[in-house]
Nanobody, 126 residues
Framework: QILLVESGGGSVQVGDSLRLSCAASGRTVSSYALGWFRQAPGKEREFVATINWNGLNTYYHDSVKGRFTISRDSADNTVYLQMNSLKPEDTAVFYC???????????????????WGQGTQVTVSS
C-alpha cells in the first residue's frame, strides 16, 4: 500500500507561483512513478506531470510545459510540482498519484495509476 498526502495548494492571482508537495510512503514506494493530475469542476481528471521511479524521465501535458516543473526527493519520497506563471485555467483540485509502470504512454494515462491522494485545491484568479 502507498499513502499519498498533498499539500501546498491555495488561492493566487494570475502570474503567481505555487509549489505543491506530495509526501509518499510505503514499503515499495521507491519503485513507483509519482505524478500529478488535476480536475476542474465539470471536467474529467487530466494528466499534468509525472516523474518515473528513478527520476530519470519526466513528462508534462502540453498546457503546462515550460511553466511547471516536477521533481522528487529520493531520500524521503516526496514529489514536488513547482507551478509558475499560473493561469485561471489551472484552477482545479490537484491530485498526487503513484504508478507501478515505467513507460511514457502508461504514465500519461489515469488508469495506470494505482494509488491516489485526497487532493489539494489550487485557485487562480484574474
Amino acid at each position: 500500500q502507498i499513502l499519498l498526502v498533498e499539500s501546498g495548494g491555495g488561492s493566487v492571482q494570475v502570474g503567481d507561483s505555487l509549489r505543491l508537495s506530495c509526501a509518499a510512503s510505503g514499503r515499495t514506494v521507491s519503485s513507483y512513478a509519482l505524478g500529478w493530475f488535476r480536475q476542474a469542476p465539470g471536467k474529467e481528471r487530466e494528466f499534468v506531470a509525472t516523474i518515473n521511479w528513478n527520476g530519470l524521465n519526466t513528462y508534462y501535458h502540453d498546457s503546462v510545459k515550460g511553466r511547471f516543473t516536477i521533481s522528487r526527493d529520493s531520500a524521503d519520497n516526496t514529489v514536488y510540482l513547482q507551478m509558475n506563471s499560473l493561469k485561471p485555467e489551472d484552477t482545479a483540485v490537484f491530485y498526487c498519484a503513484a504508478s507501478r509502470v515505467d513507460y511514457e504512454s502508461g504514465l500519461r494515462s489515469r488508469p495506470y495509476y494505482q494509488y491516489w491522494g485526497q487532493g489539494t485545491q489550487v485557485t487562480v484568479s484574474s
